[in-house]
């Protein structure tokens, strides 16, 4: 069964608009994480934003927000104000915290957000 | 604060040879991860070390191993080279606590012809 769903393969924006990308998970885990990541063309992955799922607030980092709604299992990324430099894939992960702590990361399948001028 | 390098940034190789990728993870991180990137399979993860130690394993096949030295360096090695090995090998470093962020590294791109 997929762990991580983004239902949006590739999705528009304007410039300067705010955009949601979609994040559904499958877990039976109580502790667990939640992360969202930037590829740009380049290849590397950039770290954006990171959701416990004890942690009851909202996650924010500068323009990127987490929208974590634990009982329907989803952690919408929402950019607010976007810039062209934006333009990548978006991946959605999850790390369940058993198994002797490992930092293993589970990914979706990435939508690729493209900001328009 | 130096992030996360892997060398070399680029390979291509024949099958039936084999290869070495190499990861420096950020000072003071002690994890470790490696994940193949394919535009047919995606983002799947491969093994971790942590403390010279592999703590978990993907499902891949024993073609694929890995190891880290003592200052926390890590190596994977995909011997008995296939056509479908050709993939973006991207390493991870971690704090060994909390619920911390992977920061990744540029990644390696494998060729195999």
């Known amino acids: 069964a997929q762990k991580i769903t983004q239902t949006q393969p590739g999705m528009f924006v304007q410039e300067k608009e705010a955009v949601t990308l979609d994040c559904t998970y499958d877990t039976s885990d109580q502790s667990y994480g939640l992360f969202w990541y930037k590829q740009p063309s380049s290849g590397e992955m950039i770290f954006l934003i990171y959701?416990?799922?004890?942690?009851?607030q909202n996650a924010t980092e500068g323009r990127y927000s987490l929208n974590f709604q634990k009982a329907r299992k989803s952690a919408n990324l929402v950019i607010s104000a976007s810039q062209l430099g934006d333009s990548a894939m978006y991946f959605c992960a999850m790390r369940e915290v058993s198994g002797a702590g490992s930092y293993q990361l589970t990914f979706g399948k990435g939508t690729k957000l493209s900001v328009i001028p | 604060k130096a992030g996360v390098t892997q060398t070399p940034r680029y390979l291509i190789k024949t099958r039936g040879q084999q290869v070495t990728l190499s990861c420096s993870p950020i000072s003071g991180h002690r994890s470790v991860s490696w994940y193949q990137q394919t535009p047919g399979q995606g983002l799947q993860f491969l093994f971790e070390?942590?403390?010279?130690?592999?703590?978990n394993k993907g499902n891949f096949p024993g073609r694929f191993s890995g190891r880290q030295f003592s200052n926390s360096r890590s190596e994977m090695n995909v011997s008995t080279l296939e056509l479908g090995d050709s993939a973006l090998y991207l390493c991870?470093?971690?704090?060994?606590?909390?619920?911390?962020?992977?920061?990744f590294g540029p990644g390696t791109r494998l060729t195999v012809l």
């Open positions: 991870a470093s971690t704090q060994a606590s909390g619920y911390n962020e992977q920061f």
């Open positions: 070390y942590f403390s010279e130690t592999q703590r």
């Open positions: 959701q416990g799922s004890y942690d009851e």
